[in-house]
């Protein structure tokens, strides 16, 4: 079985400020893993995943097995980053949607 | 522009009253997904086609069928809409083959309330 946790419900933090959204996972073979996030309506839309090691929009994710987690991080958050995000885990075609962390970023 | 267009935006239904749904995409993707998503929740994969081959998931409620007459189109038909089916729900395309999963495209859902 496949299952994304985000122990996270709510963040809050100033901008400027570093943000680290928890994600871990249990899955038996070999995970690929995403964050997605969901902007004030604006659709669902893919941040970014494990395998291509990108930093969009001053983020990163390190897939890290042995801990099983997926956090990700900005080092200095912007108010353009308040929204919904979710981690996601695929397993034959199909993605677990981790429960969501809401960040909000203060001025 | 490509994208993934979800009819209508909201509807609404009758407790009881059958209601469908309507997803259609330009990405030519050959995978089609229906989830369900309730105020403040992940959402939750209600099944997927891949190409014609339609997959359910195990505690998808029989009240929820899907159709998919093409690439491009996919239906959920909710056959008789309890008010705990109020929810969004959101459409998705990928492209899958050979075991290589791509990311998910998402449409920008319907809001379904249910009197």
């Known amino acids: 079985a496949q299952r994304v946790t985000q122990p996270e419900k709510l963040l809050s933090v100033f901008k400027g400020a570093p943000v680290e959204l928890k994600c871990n996972y249990s899955y038996s073979g070999s995970p690929e893993l995403f964050w997605y996030v969901q902007y004030s309506r604006q659709r669902l839309q893919l941040l970014l995943r494990?395998?291509s090691r990108e930093s969009i929009k001053g983020f990163t994710a390190d897939l890290n097995k042995g801990e099983t987690s997926f956090h990700l991080k900005k080092p200095f958050a912007q108010e353009e980053d308040s929204a919904m995000y979710y981690c996601a885990l695929v397993g034959n075609y199909k993605l677990s949607f981790g429960a969501g962390t809401t960040v909000t970023v203060r001025a | 522009d490509a994208m993934v267009i979800q009819n209508p935006r909201y509807q609404v239904t009758q407790f009881g009253k059958p209601v469908t749904l309507s997803c259609s995409q330009t990405l030519n993707h050959n995978v089609m997904y229906w989830y369900q998503q309730k105020s403040s929740q992940a959402p939750k994969l209600l099944f997927h086609?891949?190409?014609?081959?339609?997959?359910n998931e195990a505690d998808t409620p029989d009240n929820f069928q899907s159709r998919r007459p093409n690439t491009s189109f996919c239906f959920l038909d909710i056959r008789s809409p309890g008010l705990g089916d109020a929810a969004m729900y959101l459409c998705?395309?990928?492209?899958?083959?050979?075991?290589?999963?791509?990311?998910?495209?998402f449409g920008p859902g319907t809001r379904l309330t249910v009197l």
């Open positions: 086609y891949y190409d014609k081959d339609f997959n």
């Open positions: 494990h395998i």
């Open positions: 998705a395309t990928s492209r899958a083959s050979g075991g290589s999963y791509n990311e998910q495209f």
